[in-house]
């Protein structure tokens, strides 16, 4: 049975979606026998870092869990997607950035612009870049934390207990390559969905 009801979404992050969406997420994570777990931080903005990305089936429970909570974020995709019409406006509707590999920067100036007008804003981003096995990971979450001046809280995505679960902050060292070796270390602890992938 799902555990959504335990997880207290802030106001400031509750994005007051339809009845009916939000039934569709309680729906996927029930029918598919996965629970959320820990603790969503009351703070005004944070970025949300996800892994072990693997999957296309990360983004199917990661959006059962968004709609279930009600929870509004922005979440970093890569360009292609928002190129696909029936994808267009799915992406678009759960808070979709489209990620221009060519120009990082703008990324940057876009997240910065949501502060400036929502005044609170919650970004996710899988810092392998994508579900492919990748030698390595994207540091951008670690220049986008700094920029808006947040913190960094950890969320785990594990097949094998079908647990979507927020396991509190990760402290950046300043040392962007050793952070990269801290969260591959952490994430290791969960079951993937292709693990050959990790």
């Known amino acids: 049975m799902s555990q959504i009801k ?62 279930s909570l009600d929870l509004k974020m922005y979440v970093l995709a890569k360009a292609s997607l928002f190129k696909i019409p029936i994808l267009k406006k799915l992406m678009y509707g759960v808070g979709g950035i489209p990620v221009n590999r060519d120009n990082p920067k703008l990324i940057v100036e876009r997240v910065s612009q949501l502060v400036q007008e929502e005044g609170g804003v919650i970004i996710g981003i899988t810092p392998e870049g994508t579900r492919s096995k990748v030698e390595k990971w994207k540091t951008g979450f670690l220049r986008i934390a700094e920029q808006m001046d947040c913190k960094i809280v950890l969320i785990a995505i594990d097949f094998e207990k079908k647990t979507c679960s927020f396991n509190g902050f990760f402290e950046p060292s300043g040392d962007n390559a050793q952070d990269i070796i801290d969260l591959k270390s952490f994430y290791s602890g969960f079951n993937a969905k292709h693990p050959k992938n990790f």
């Open 6 to 67: 335990k997880i207290v979404v802030p106001e400031i992050h509750l994005a007051n979606r339809s009845a009916f969406i939000k039934w569709i997420g309680r729906t996927i994570l029930r029918i598919s026998g996965w629970k959320v777990e820990g603790e969503i931080p009351n703070l005004n903005k944070f970025v949300l870092v996800g892994g072990p990305h693997t999957s296309n089936w990360d983004f199917v429970f990661a959006l059962g869990l968004i709609w």
